[in-house]
């Protein structure tokens, strides 16, 4: 398990902007029309294209509106982009299939880590 100061990452609040820029003006939108769409207010969009931070759920709306994950965005104290391993995804979104019941998921899961486990290079 990572120790808790390997696990802080910061929200790169620059790209966030950039890609919400980009979907707007793909979609032919108004800064008004995305907060009305995203549920956030005006003045988070603003602080967020002065490079501050929006909070926990108007972060979490915006990248839902995106159709992205908030690891999108996440950079360690490098800079450098912030990525789990494959699996750790895989084994997440098998977990979050609702059309399996939670003893189906967890099997899957399960299958699903121990050949990663049986497969992968050394």
């Known amino acids: 398990m990572p120790r808790r100061d390997q696990m802080k990452g910061r929200l790169d609040t620059d ?4 890609a919400l820029e980009a979907a707007r003006k ?16 005006q003045s988070t969009l603003t602080r967020l294209s002065q490079g501050r931070r929006p909070d926990v759920d108007g972060t979490l709306a ?22 789990s391993e494959p699996i750790t995804e895989v084994v997440a979104l098998l977990r979050a299939l609702k059309k399996l019941s939670p003893k189906s998921r967890e099997m899957l899961a399960r299958l699903v880590t121990s050949a990663y486990e049986e497969l992968k290079e050394e």
């Open 15 to 18: 790209s966030l902007f950039a």
């Open 26 to 41: 793909d979609r032919d939108l108004t800064w008004f029309k995305v907060a009305k769409q995203t549920g956030v207010s």
């Open 62 to 83: 915006l990248t839902r509106w995106l159709g992205l994950s908030l690891e999108h965005f996440e950079r360690d104290s490098a800079g450098s982009p912030v990525r």
